[in-house]
């Protein structure tokens, strides 16, 4: 079928290019997507590993070297830090969860506080602790964030652990 009318031949024109365009600007949107969720998914795995390597040696972190450490913490905060940016441009991505725990970020994030305040002790270097205490900052940033967008109306004596609760929680229904 082709229209007549030449006005009629200009606006099935307009209205396929508007078409193609909302077409492509929403499969480039999922497909953004994908990244985000893999930097997630990697970083709740890298968490992971490093508890279940903790439950078989002890805590590592009196163990290494504290550039070995100094370097585990920065690469957390960096992890932690892109993760926040996600969640900031697509809030949407709050709503994804991994059914694997080992995989999951909410289930993670947790651990890497517990972790952080460990390597943030009296006994750490001041290096360790310097790279500890950034990543505590950037957990509190990123609860923050959660709880800016998600939970109001929080009290207690330790927010970010709530908040990272109240996520674990919400994406487990548990």
């Given at each position: 079928m082709t229209p007549s009318p030449g006005w009629l031949r200009v606006a099935s024109t307009v209205e396929a290019l508007?078409?193609?365009?909302?077409?492509?600007?929403?499969?480039?949107?999922?497909?953004?997507?994908?990244?985000?969720?893999?930097?997630?998914?990697?970083?709740?795995r890298e968490v992971t590993l490093i508890v279940e390597s903790e439950r078989e040696l002890g805590s590592v972190l009196g163990k290494i070297e504290a550039n070995a450490a100094e370097r585990m913490l920065e690469g957390m905060t960096s992890g932690l830090?892109?993760?926040r940016t996600d969640i900031v441009q697509f809030p949407v991505t709050y709503y994804?969860?991994?059914?694997?725990?080992?995989?999951?970020?909410p289930v993670a994030v947790p651990h890497l506080l517990d972790?952080?305040?460990?390597?943030?002790?009296e006994d750490q270097p001041t290096e360790v602790r310097l790279r500890a205490l950034t990543l505590l900052k950037a957990i509190e940033d990123f609860s923050g964030v959660l709880g800016s967008k998600t939970l109001l109306g929080l009290s207690s004596d330790d927010p970010t652990r709530e908040v990272l609760g109240v996520y674990t929680r919400d994406h487990f229904h548990t």
């Open positions: 508007a078409g193609f365009g909302l077409l492509t600007a929403s499969l480039t949107w999922v497909v953004s997507l994908y990244p985000v969720l893999a930097r997630r998914t990697t970083l709740a830090l892109r993760i994804f969860h991994n059914d694997k725990e080992k995989y999951s970020f972790l952080a305040k460990r390597a943030n002790a």
